[in-house]
């Protein structure tokens, strides 16, 4: 019998009360922080800081899955759906300590050429997509960004798509594309708080040519200090 | 009645098993790593990568230490000698989860001219210095470091004696000034393992003007992989 989303939380709830050796989330948060600070010095170009970022998290990735792979004895995933909900129950809940939530999603498939404008809507891949949403972010959590950044297009959490890409790179034969959506709730009681989503979709061998970055929006701090 | 040094390790162990939040300590380690690398490639130059990465600590260090006044309700120390042990005790175990050990010792009075060589030995300054001996690092427990970059002078490690200096600096008229030795155990049977030594000297005022830099010695990776 497959596993159940409820289950994989289980599993990651294990996984983080577990042996494995922690540290406290603010000296992470800071340390992130000032990696981030030093690409934006080297670089002066967002665009290109959140390139780099990605590329560190990329290689972060590679390296992390050993671990996680021998820690949770999570065998290979049926479909894309499944690796939604490992990757949100299991693996952000073992490194981060925090459980986005995960929605599934189909991915269209592309329009022929001979085909009506008033068909019925586009026939869709089923499953072949997963968003998850962070609603606290331990990167940014102790973090204030300057407007600057924020406006001159800076992906302050776009490590996560790169750690998210390499990990899924080793285990599995489709790559994935991660994309991005921001929304800031800037009417909010909560102001200043800002969700992070971070879109996956699963991409065939053929794909592998394309160079879409794997990206993920502007993390904003949830905790202003 | 003084806090004894038994008494400092129990409240570092509650406030590690605290509310504070926490996240996977090779994520943590690998994005070091990943600033560490950024370091070497900017300034190609490792002593310059120690000073920067003193500088970052160091930031980090006047940001960390809020956080830790709050959470450990610990009063001023009445001398160096309990500086050393809250630092040891309660600042590393609750923010790395390590307990370093600590050896106190006096700082040499500068000989006068007017001296005789044959004199008894030179007379010190009880209490002044404090050593941290690091037999693990959570830094470098999951990077290898390549013997150039070890033996070009690169103290991985270099943020710590920043964190230490800026935390300090926050809270005692006295500065402190870190300074590193490191033994390299070679013929261990667990080759590849060293130990980070932390120095702190207790400075007065009139020192402020010195501009030693605070300094951590290499740290090796204690696990392989």
């Not at 331990?138 to 750690?163: D, K, Q, R, T």
């Not at 080793?170 to 921001?182: N, Q």
Request: glycine share 8%; aromatic share 8%; charged share 25%.
């Amino acid at each position: 019998m497959a596993t159940t989303s409820k289950q994989y939380k289980v599993i990651g709830e294990e996984l983080w009360k577990g042996r494995a050796e922690k540290t406290n989330a603010e000296l992470f948060a800071l340390t992130y922080g000032a990696l981030v600070v030093q690409l934006i010095q080297d670089y002066e170009d967002y665009e290109e800081v959140n390139k780099q970022l990605e590329k560190m998290g990329y290689n972060i990735g590679t390296r992390l899955i050993e671990d996680f792979l021998a820690r949770s004895n999570i065998g290979r995933c049926v479909d894309f759906r499944e690796t939604g909900e490992v990757v949100a129950k299991v693996g952000f809940k073992s490194f981060l300590n925090i459980t986005p939530s995960v929605t599934h999603g189909g991915l269209p498939i592309a329009a022929s050429p001979t085909r009506s404008s008033t068909a019925s809507p586009a026939p869709t891949i089923p499953g072949a997509t997963f968003t998850l949403t962070l609603d606290e972010n331990p990167l940014a959590e102790f973090v204030e960004l300057p407007e600057e950044a924020l406006e001159g297009g800076l992906w302050f959490s776009n490590i996560l798509c790169g750690v998210l890409r390499g990990a899924l790179e080793m285990v599995r034969i489709l790559t994935a594309l991660c994309l991005s959506k921001f929304t800031y709730h800037s009417s909010d009681s909560n102001a200043g708080h800002g969700y992070v989503y971070l879109r996956c979709v699963a991409r065939g061998r053929n794909d592998r040519d394309q160079s879409h970055p794997c990206q993920v929006s502007r993390g904003r701090s949830s905790r202003r200090r």
